[in-house]
């Protein structure tokens, strides 16, 4: 089966925004060779939908409810404005309308045509935050980095932050570091 004109993508996604009563029905539905594993993108304010024709040619099932998620996120932008969530109640009620389930991704298998390097596992690395307070000297060894008020001196946002790697090691170094120490390494 081969994929649809943009033409006759314009002339779907126009259909929808009239049966959604939405007064702008201009748009463009464009293929886009450069996306990768997104199935489909649209640009709201544009009133453009990026659709992928190297996923979508895998499941040209597919197509319909992918036209119809972009095409409601241009919908709910042009029925209720831009301070509405991306895939709040107004997306999904516009999505239901259209016949389809208000599903936020796709489940095309995309792996083989991610670059080596985006399937390689990310490995997230921890840190743990020495946070010294530069007017009183008060210390504390963190694992999320926290700002305000000192609780020694009660100065706000007072503080010198030094990271480490979150190990024992890092740990240690970070522990054995006077206050001349740390301002000597933000001067």
Partial sequence: ???????????????????????????????????????????????????????????????????????????AFRLFGANIP??????RSLMRLAGQEPAVTHDIPVDDLRPAAARARRVRRSYVYLRVCDSCGDRQLLDALRYGRCAGCDARDSFLVMKAPASSAGRAALSQLSLAQVRAAFD
């Fill in 1 to 75: 089966m081969s994929l649809p004109s943009a033409t006759e993508l314009v002339e779907r996604a126009t259909a929808l925004l009239v049966g959604w009563r939405v007064v702008d029905t201009r748009i463009a539905v464009v293929w886009n060779d450069k996306l990768t594993t997104t199935a489909g993108r649209a640009f709201q304010r544009a009133g453009r939908i990026e659709l992928n024709p190297t996923l979508l040619a895998r499941a040209p099932d597919q197509l319909p409810m992918v036209l119809v998620h972009e095409a409601a996120h241009i919908a």
């Fill in 86 to 91: 991306a895939h709040g109640r107004h997306w």
